[in-house]
């Protein structure tokens, strides 16, 4: 090992040495008040003679127009809007759209399903779109939650492939 190695091992094992006993470290609880104080004088709506003061000087965030600064409202996402309700519904509603023309379609003897791996019946065929509809419906509910643009893009693909379905449905 040569001193170059040997002096970035040191570094990083006293670095390593020096978080863990900052992750020890107590905070007094006077800072603790004077941080809750704080936070409370910046969201009390008013004029400053109206917010109490420990010590019995104003606070240096207060400032001298009577303005209160707070910060901004957390606003949650809406995750169960129009828009959720109305992508997963078409996906449901074109996927039992199409399951209802296949099952026309086998019954006059104009066409067979094009799927080699779903049934032919009309429980089997149900149960299985239902089952993608749902999960289509999970993974969009979740990439709607945490905030992912693409929560759109589930729904809309099943509602481009039970078309097709559907589309070659009346073309038979």
Not at 28 to 35: G, T, Y
Not at 106 to 121: K, V, W, Y
Not at 122 to 149: C, E
Not at 150 to 156: G, I, K, N
Request: aromatic content about 8%; charged content about 10%; overall charge positive.
């Amino acid at each position: 090992m040569n001193a170059v190695n040997g002096s970035m091992l040191f570094l990083a094992v006293a670095m390593g040495a020096l978080a863990c006993s900052a992750q020890d470290a107590t905070i007094p609880i006077r800072q603790i008040e004077r941080d809750a104080q704080l936070s409370a004088k910046l969201a009390t709506p008013g004029d400053e003679a109206a917010v109490s003061h420990s010590n019995g000087v104003p606070s240096e965030s207060s400032s001298a127009a009577g303005f209160v600064f707070a910060p901004p409202a957390y606003k949650a996402p809406r995750i169960l809007s129009r828009g959720f309700f109305l992508m997963n519904g078409l996906h449901l509603g074109m996927a039992a759209f199409d399951v209802g023309m296949t099952q026309r379609c086998i019954a006059n003897h104009h066409c067979r399903e094009g799927n080699p791996l779903m049934p032919s019946s009309l429980a089997g065929q149900l149960s299985i779109d239902f089952g993608y509809v749902g999960w289509g419906t999970l993974a969009s509910y979740k990439l709607k939650r945490h905030g992912n643009k693409l929560w759109w893009l589930s729904p809309a693909v099943g509602i481009a492939s039970h078309a097709v379905g559907v589309g070659t449905g009346f073309a038979h």
